[in-house]
């Protein structure tokens, strides 16, 4: 079963602390994951994908295969990263419109 | 270029009635995903549209359908409603390698 797993619903740091935010999957074939976005009273939007390897906001997120997991990581949180993160999967090898998202983590930045 | 936009932003209706959302996605964007977010099960994919086509379904009723326009304009229609189908209902365009925009959402409220 096709299934995107965030353990933490809320994670907390002080400002200027490393973050990570975990992701696991389960998928049988090749995954192609993401990480979504949503700030307060904002539309979700993409923050980045595992294909593009790019850093996107001092975002970084590494896909293990061995571990199935696709964590996202940033050294030195800001207060502006106080958000929710969403994990997800992109089901059929990512030739269709289909994300299989995680519940979600809040990530609190605290002063 | 315009982002995703979905009509009605809110909307209440009572038990037993239908409900038709629209989605207007990004110019030249032909696929169209329709998600269900909730407090307890989170975003879950409702079914996208590609070319005026059904291409995938999630696994929610019969009551839920779709449909697409050759304009690429989405709507959703919600019949013979019940007290849980009360969420916000996201649509998302993608033009290709499945990068998805989402609208600001429809909050329906069943009472």
């Known amino acids: 079963a096709q299934r995107v797993t965030q353990p933490e619903k809320l994670l907390s740091v002080f400002k200027g602390a490393p973050v990570e935010l975990k992701c696991n999957y389960s998928?049988?074939?090749?995954?192609?994951l993401f990480w979504y976005v949503q700030y307060s009273r904002q539309r979700l939007q993409l923050l980045l994908r595992h294909i593009s390897r790019e850093s996107i906001k001092g975002f970084t997120a590494d896909l293990n295969k061995g571990e199935t997991s696709f964590h996202l990581k940033k050294p030195f949180a800001q207060e502006e990263d106080s958000a929710m993160y969403y994990c997800a999967l992109s089901a059929d090898s990512g030739n269709t419109g289909k994300l299989i998202f995680g519940q979600g983590t809040t990530l609190q930045v605290k002063p | 270029k315009a982002g995703v936009t979905q009509t009605p932003r809110y909307l209440i209706k009572t038990r037993g009635q239908q409900v038709t959302l629209s989605c207007s996605p990004i110019?030249?964007?032909?696929?169209v995903s329709w998600y269900q977010q909730t407090p307890g099960q989170g975003l879950q994919f409702l079914f996208e549209y590609f070319s005026e086509t059904q291409r995938n379904k999630g696994n929610f009723p019969g009551r839920f359908s779709g449909r697409q326009f050759s304009n690429s304009r989405s709507e959703m229609n919600v019949s013979t409603l019940e007290l849980g189908d009360s969420a916000l209902y996201l649509c998302?365009?993608?033009?290709?390698?499945?990068?998805?925009?989402f609208g600001p959402g429809t909050r329906l409220t069943v009472l």
């Open positions: 998302a365009s993608s033009l290709v390698n499945n990068e998805q925009f």
């Open positions: 998928y049988s074939g090749s995954p192609e």
């Open positions: 110019s030249g964007h032909r696929s």
